[in-house]
């Protein structure tokens, strides 16, 4: 079983910027390659697909509504993935959730997430 635990959520004004941490626990997690991936879901909305990263960093890829504001990195010595979120916007305002992929091959869609943290709350202020 792979255990995600995600921080640095908040309340930030418009424009700014905050960096999601997303850290990785557990034996599978060890003993496999896992891609790695951010969702987000507003009240009312379906949680949809951020950013994800590949086992390896090579690959990225990120929703278009996203694209040129949101970075997303890991550091396989410490098992965490970041989501560098800059000039933030009042619609970025949502729960975002830490997910993980297993396998070399880097998928956005949800169903191949297999593991999830309890996700960590976003709020932009206009």
């Known amino acids: 079983q792979v255990q995600l635990v995600e921080s640095g959520g908040g309340l930030v004004q418009a424009g700014g910027s905050l960096r999601l941490s997303c850290e990785a626990s557990?034996?599978?997690?060890?003993?496999?390659?896992?891609?790695m991936g951010w969702f987000r879901q507003d009240p009312g909305r379906e949680r949809e697909f951020v950013a994800a990263?590949?086992?390896?960093?090579?690959?990225?890829y990120y929703a278009d509504t996203v694209k040129g504001r949101f970075t997303i990195s890991r550091d396989s010595a410490k098992n965490t993935a970041y989501l560098q979120m800059n000039n933030l916007k009042p619609e970025d305002t949502a729960v975002y959730y830490c997910a993980a992929q297993r396998g070399v091959a880097l998928s956005r869609r949800m169903v191949d997430f297999s593991s999830w943290g309890q996700g960590t709350q976003v709020t932009v202020s206009s």
């Open positions: 990263i590949s086992w390896s960093g090579a690959i990225t």
């Open positions: 557990g034996r599978a997690f060890s003993s496999y390659n896992y891609g």
